[in-house]
């Protein structure tokens, strides 16, 4: 990982869009191909993949179930009654059964932080790499939760997350660039990636990004609300970008590290075949997951007036604690490397790319796939 780009010292997110080398890209796996040993366990593991699959999905249709029961005629945007919570509290057992068919084993420590966050009404924040994440977070806090809008409209997961009362995002929010956003001296409410942005809870009336988040947190009758500030997933080598928007309303907030321990398959959310992947993440002899919940982190005065400087020095609590280098990418990478159709081959061995694509093999200029994006 020492030779992918990162940020150096306190300086703001620099785009790497015109000479973006996909060698050191956090969003194409390289690091566990398939070979002759994934082989093997894919013959051996699959006959019991099924079972395991028909259970979890079994399990999937279930938390689909005790939501829509849960939020069933109920304003998505108000609190809910103790009969409904308790409902969705319930309902987080059915995530924890879905990462036992997953293969999932999965350690815990810092639990004892989680009662002083909630003291502080803290939000909650986590790194993101992996469709997981979602699931553990359920599973851990019942959470609510901060979600691009189309999730929304997903068949069956938008109906388990219902219950779960999500601040929705419109999806062409998360395409903008975070270096063209105001970086300092921002208001709470007025900050670059809210200003004028707003976000809705369902069919609530649409209000600004940063007014909702304040009110959740502000409003102890609802359930702790988690984000992942890097509002895209990598591939668990590095800490993306951090948007500010976790950070504009000033408040203290709990950090959730999330790290993948895997030899054989990594199963970040990034540039892939989801269905093959997930068979291979399914034919594992396990899949391990650590989750460090670290004590609430308290902003300074300054801090709280400066989202921007407040997310770079949580941002560094990240890197820190977790081990890993801070690289200075995001959605915007992430979604113009995915319309340039650059991918790895099935087996994780070769770079694929249009014709006349890539510049000396593994260089390629996104800007005019990121102009697409937007």
């Given amino acids: 990982m020492a030779n992918i780009q990162t940020r150096v010292g306190g300086s703001p997110h620099v785009s790497t869009l015109s000479r973006y080398d996909t060698l050191t ?15 093997f366990k894919l013959v051996l593991l699959f006959p019991l993949a099924i079972p395991r699959l028909i259970l979890g999905v079994s399990a999937v249709f279930v938390l689909a179930g005790m939501s829509f029961i849960a939020a069933h005629g109920w304003p998505i945007e108000k609190p809910m009654p103790p009969w409904r919570r308790n409902m969705v509290k319930a309902s987080r057992h059915c995530a924890g059964f879905i990462l036992l068919m997953l293969g999932f084993h999965i350690k815990v420590t810092g639990w004892k932080n989680v009662a002083e966050a909630r003291r502080v009404r803290a939000l909650g924040l986590f790194n993101h790499s992996s469709w997981v994440d979602a699931i553990a977070m359920m599973w851990l806090f019942a959470p609510s939760g901060v979600s691009r809008a189309s999730n929304a409209d997903i068949p069956v997961v938008g109906t388990c997350i219902r219950s779960f009362q999500n601040i929705y995002i419109p999806d062409d929010k998360l395409a903008r660039e975070p270096h063209k956003q105001p970086a300092s001296n921002a208001s709470p409410m007025s900050n670059g990636n809210m200003n004028g942005d707003v976000a809705g809870t369902g069919g609530s009336v649409a209000k600004p990004y940063s007014q ?24 668990n080598r590095c800490i993306l970008h ?42 594992q002899f396990y899949n391990r997951l650590d989750i460090d919940i670290l004590p609430p ?49 099935w087996d994780g061995r070769r770079l694929l790319a249009p014709e006349g694509l890539l510049q000396d093999g593994r260089f390629i200029d996104l800007q005019p796939f990121t ?4």
């Fill in 242 to 283: 951090f948007r500010t928007g976790a950070f504009v309303p000033g408040v203290p907030v709990l950090p959730v590290l999330l790290k993948y321990r895997f030899k054989h398959h990594n199963p970040s959310w990034i540039i892939i075949n989801v269905g093959w992947e997930f068979m291979r993440l399914m034919c």
């Fill in 371 to 374: 102009k697409k994006s937007k």
């Fill in 297 to 345: 982190y308290i902003p300074s005065s300054v801090e709280a007036r400066n989202p921007a400087f407040y997310a770079r020095n949580v941002r560094e609590v990240f890197s820190t604690h977790m081990g890993l280098p801070q690289v200075d990418q995001s959605h915007v990478e992430f979604k113009s490397l995915e319309r340039s159709g650059v991918h790895m081959s």
């Fill in 25 to 39: 890209s956090p969003f194409l796996e390289r690091q566990t191909p398939f070979n002759a040993w994934e082989a």
């Fill in 212 to 235: 909702l988040i304040q009110e959740r947190v502000d409003d102890r009758r609802f359930p702790m609300l988690m984000m992942a500030p890097e509002g895209t997933c990598g591939d």
